[in-house]
């Protein structure tokens, strides 16, 4: 016992550098949140159970050992499936989406379930045959992700979609997928993305990447939400106008200013150094979860926490892109600054599946 501290960390199996980022990220969150709600007590209160909920579930998953996230994948994956179909029959409808279901005392998104089900079942099937998969484990790997994937569609609900698929295609890739195999995919893509968009995809998904490229098209229809956004982020300057003194957002010309829109609220209010601030802090988390990829004793560690970690940066990289008008608008949310509390339990699980897959490395180094 040279170093208490560093004792106590190893004792509750948190890793205290991955810890410190996300806690001052939630704290960007809570600070720019009593703006974006507009003041609203009661959505704060809600926020600050959701968070101590969020650190529980971190702390307890981290307890176990990675072993046992193998041991339970298929079940937890089988779980989200059912609850996915659960979803698409008696699902709660809002906003022309059945993405909920209505429990009275808790309504939450299954869909957030299979953000985490998804890489550990892949994870665990590629382990189980070693690395690197070959072509007919590679394929049934793709059948694992497109399950919950196209139930999530159904909802629709393409962003979250879109997370699935990446959870899972990362899994792969740093398990060592030959790169023609990478070819010959990027081809498949490109020969699917047209059955995509004219069979798959819903009217209003369709005019949303449009107006990608046009939104003054449209600007009091489609396009209103990507205009009031620009509008918000170009407004705030290098500085900013001051807490609580966003026009865009306090006078709520900017849409879903809470949840997906919730970076512009940023921009405005703390300009381009409050933006820089946040993307500092969102680097240094993503290096650090790196590093615990690289650190871990097993493949099964190595690329599920590398995929968990990478499917994190693209969450922050489509929510920016998508809020600043270089993707299309499909709902996701800005991880750990967003309201919303079922996203938020599911991210900190994963966080605490990773802590234990860095703590518990010296355990099974000793085959404790």
């Not at 994948?73 to 059912?82: E, G, S």
């Not at 022309?96 to 429990?103: F, K, P, S, T």
């Not at 650090?288 to 499917?311: C, H, K, P, Y």
Request: with cysteine; proline share 5%.
């Amino acid at each position: 016992m040279n170093n208490i501290k560093k004792t106590f960390w190893q004792k509750i199996h948190i890793d205290p550098l991955f810890f410190l980022f996300i806690t001052l990220l939630l704290g960007y969150s809570l600070y720019i949140l009593w703006s974006a709600t507009g003041q609203d007590f009661d959505m704060m209160q809600k926020r600050v159970i959701q968070i101590l909920l969020g650190y529980v579930v971190m702390i307890v998953i981290a307890q176990f050992s990675p072993r046992t996230f193998e041991k339970w994948a298929p079940y937890l994956y089988l779980f989200c499936i059912f609850m996915l179909l659960l979803v698409d029959i008696f699902g709660y409808v809002s906003k022309g989406a059945q993405r909920w279901l209505d429990l009275g005392i808790l309504r939450f998104q299954p869909s957030e379930i299979a953000k985490i089900a998804v890489p550990l079942m892949v994870a665990k099937f590629i382990h189980r045959d070693g690395c690197p998969p070959p072509l007919k484990n590679t394929f049934q790997t793709l059948i694992i992700i497109a399950v919950p994937t196209l139930l999530v569609a159904m909802q629709p609900d393409l962003g979250t979609a879109i997370l699935i698929v990446m959870s899972g295609i990362f899994i792969i890739f740093l398990a060592g997928i030959n790169w023609r195999f990478i070819f010959i995919a990027i081809i498949l893509i490109a020969v699917f993305l047209p059955v995509m968009w004219f069979f798959l995809m819903h009217d209003y998904q369709r005019l949303r990447v449009l107006m990608l490229f046009n939104p003054e098209l449209d600007p009091s229809g489609a396009g209103y939400h990507i205009i009031q956004s620009k509008t918000a982020i170009g407004s705030g300057g290098i500085w900013g106008k001051g807490w609580l003194e966003g026009t865009q957002s306090q006078l709520e010309f900017l849409p879903e200013r809470h949840t997906d829109f919730i970076f512009s609220v940023i921009a405005e209010e703390f300009g381009f150094i409050g933006t820089i601030i946040l993307l500092v802090l969102f680097l240094c988390l993503i290096i650090r979860g790196l590093v615990i990829a690289a650190q871990a004793q097993t493949t099964f560690g190595r690329i599920l926490s590398g995929g968990l970690i990478l499917v994190f940066f693209v969450y922050v990289f489509i929510n920016i892109g998508m809020v600043s008008g270089i993707l299309p608008v499909v709902g996701v949310p800005l991880p750990l600054i967003s309201y919303g509390g079922s996203s938020l339990v599911v991210l900190m699980a994963s966080f605490g599946i990773m802590m234990s897959i860095h703590t518990h490395r010296y355990m099974l180094s000793k085959n404790i």
